[in-house]
C-alpha cells in the first residue's frame, strides 16, 4: 500500500506543470492514477463537465493581465453572481446563520437586483429548543434557564430542495452545522461566508497569525 498524500507539507510543487510526474514518492499524481482515471471519467457526463467547465472559466475571468502584471479582478460575491449566470440558474437559495442577518439580506440584495429569484433560510428556522438533540442547561449559550433554539441546518437544506433552487450559497453556517447542510441539500452549493467568531468571518487570519506570539497555542502540541 503507498503512502498517503501530504500534499499540505510538499516540498516540491510540479503538479501544476508539463512535470506532474517528478513530484515526491507520496504524490498523488504519481501515486493515484486509477483514482484519478475514476474521477475523469466522471467529467464525461455532460452536466458535471459543463459545470466544471464554467467553473474554469470563471475562475479565468477573476484576473486581468495589466502592463504591470497579472492583477485580480472580483470578489468572490461577485463571481457567486457571475457563475450562477454562467450556468442559467434562475433560483438561488441561501442558507444563513441568524447571526449573520444583515449580511444575508445585503447578499439577497445583490442577488435579486441580478435578476435571480431567491430563496432564503436563517438557521434557526423551526425554534426548535436545544433540549431535542440533548442540549443541557449547563451548555447553553446564554446559561441555565434561557430558551435558546437549535441550528437546525438539515431543515435548511430541506427547504431549499422543497423551494427546487438550483444553486445555494452558505453564509456563515457552524462548523458542523454547515456539514450536515452539505449531507442534506440537492442542489449544488458554494459558501461565501465561513463562520469565525475571532476572525470577523475570515478564517484565513488564524493560519497568517499562527506563528505569532498572540496565537502561536493555536500550533501547541496535544
Do not use: W
Request: aromatic fraction near 8%.
Amino acid at each position: 500500500m503507498t503512502e498517503n498524500p501530504q500534499c499540505a507539507k510538499c516540498t516540491r510543487v510540479v503538479c501544476d506543470s508539463k512535470a506532474s510526474l517528478k513530484g515526491p514518492e507520496n504524490c498523488p499524481t504519481k501515486t493515484k492514477q486509477e483514482i484519478i482515471q475514476q474521477a475523469l471519467a466522471e467529467y464525461d457526463d455532460p452536466e458535471v463537465r459543463e459545470f466544471a467547465r464554467q467553473a474554469s472559466i470563471q475562475e479565468a475571468e477573476c484576473y486581468m493581465h495589466l502592463p504591470e502584471g497579472l492583477t485580480t479582478r472580483y470578489p468572490r460575491v461577485e463571481e457567486i453572481a457571475q457563475f450562477a449566470k454562467k450556468l442559467g440558474y434562475k433560483k438561488l437559495g441561501i442558507a444563513s446563520c441568524l447571526g449573520l442577518k444583515d449580511e444575508a439580506e445585503i447578499l439577497a440584495e445583490i442577488l435579486e437586483n441580478r435578476g435571480f429569484e431567491v430563496v432564503s433560510v436563517c438557521c434557526k428556522a423551526g425554534a426548535i429548543p436545544k433540549e431535542r438533540i440533548g442540549i443541557t442547561e449547563e451548555q447553553k449559550i446564554k446559561g441555565p434557564g434561557a430558551f435558546e433554539a437549535m441550528c437546525n441546518p438539515i431543515t435548511q437544506a430541506k427547504i431549499l430542495n422543497e423551494a427546487g433552487t438550483e444553486f445555494n450559497i452558505l453564509v456563515g453556517l457552524c462548523v458542523g452545522h454547515d456539514s450536515l447542510f452539505f449531507k442534506y441539500v440537492k442542489a449544488p452549493t458554494t459558501v461565501l461566508v465561513v463562520k469565525d467568531r475571532v476572525f470577523g468571518h475570515n478564517p484565513v487570519m488564524g493560519l497568517y497569525l499562527a506563528h505569532s506570539p498572540f496565537y502561536r497555542k493555536l500550533l501547541r502540541k496535544e
